[in-house]
């Protein structure tokens, strides 16, 4: 069964750039590796400019199985360089019941 992710990447200062990159690339390689489904996934960006990610694991084994392939881990280890991983409930939108985010 899938497992539905929602991710929070606030970008190091001069990094957003290099970040909106990345994630452009990050569900096509986990898809090509067999771990992402092929549903729709969502790219958008808070006011204070952390980009929301949205994306389906095919399921807790492709979760597991991301920690372990070498093409995953070298494209999470970029995105350790440009960016912080936070809550999503740390961005001012998610505190309202209708949270709106820019589009990617």
Known sequence: MGR???VAYRPKP???EQLESLVARHVGLLRAEGLASAKPAYAMC?????IVEVFEW???DAIDRAHASLKVQALWAEFSLVCDYVPVGSLAEAS????????L
């Not at 808070?46 to 952390?50: F, K, M, N, P, S």
Request: no cysteine.
């Open 4 to 6: 539905a992710v929602i």
């Open 14 to 16: 001069g990094m957003r």
């Open 58 to 60: 095919l399921s807790q």
């Open 96 to 103: 309202r019941p209708f949270s709106e985010f820019r589009s």
């Open 46 to 50: 808070a006011a204070d400019g952390t």
